[in-house]
């Protein structure tokens, strides 16, 4: 892979206040009882994502591969997930930073297996929505706040994580269960 990757460095928190024109999903509809069906059905179909016979290549100057794509999705199941169990054992969280792009080069996403990731989101997605499963209802209002001064809630947190599951389905032409 000799091109670079043009880093995205959008603050994209009004995701869980609107419908996204990008990819037309609106997070904001979503309600917590909804989120683990809808965070697995998000992860579904990168089954077949990965396993086109172009995953590796990236087709668009500047843009990761679908692979690349899948382990960032892998990733973001993680990462949400500690947020969210982080949310829900301590008041007012703080999260650390994570640079989703060093986190791409230094996890050499380019050079992954793509049915190992895909096994992997599948995985971390069922987890993710498990948790969210078990969320208590008095537990939806729990507030944390990321580094660069966005505050969520146990709610918000999970529509933004579910938006960049559906927005990255967009990003590699996949059909998303919830259009």
């Not at 979503?30 to 089954?47: K, S």
């Not at 892998?74 to 949310?87: G, I, Q």
């Not at 640079?99 to 793509?114: F, I, K, T, V």
């Amino acid at each position: 892979m000799t091109d670079t990757i043009v880093p995205d460095d959008k603050d994209w928190t009004w995701v869980i206040e609107r419908r996204c024109p990008d990819c037309g999903f609106d997070a904001s509809k979503v309600t917590g009882e909804q989120l683990g069906a809808q965070i697995r059905a998000a992860a579904d179909p990168w089954e077949d994502v990965l396993a086109r016979p172009d995953a590796t290549v990236r087709r668009t100057p500047g843009k990761w591969s679908d692979l690349e794509y899948g382990a960032h999705v892998r990733d973001v199941c993680r990462v949400f997930d500690d947020r969210l169990t982080l949310m829900l054992t301590n008041d007012d969280a703080v999260f650390d930073n994570w640079d989703q792009d060093a986190a791409a080069a230094a996890g050499n996403y380019a050079l992954q297996d793509p049915v190992s990731v895909a096994d992997a989101i599948h995985t971390g997605a069922g987890e993710l929505a498990d948790d969210y499963d078990e969320v208590p209802d008095d537990a939806w209002q729990r507030r944390g706040l990321r580094s660069n001064g966005s505050h969520f809630t146990v709610l918000t947190l999970g529509q933004y994580c579910l938006h960049d599951l559906v927005h990255h389905l967009h990003d590699v032409g996949a059909t998303s269960p919830h259009r």
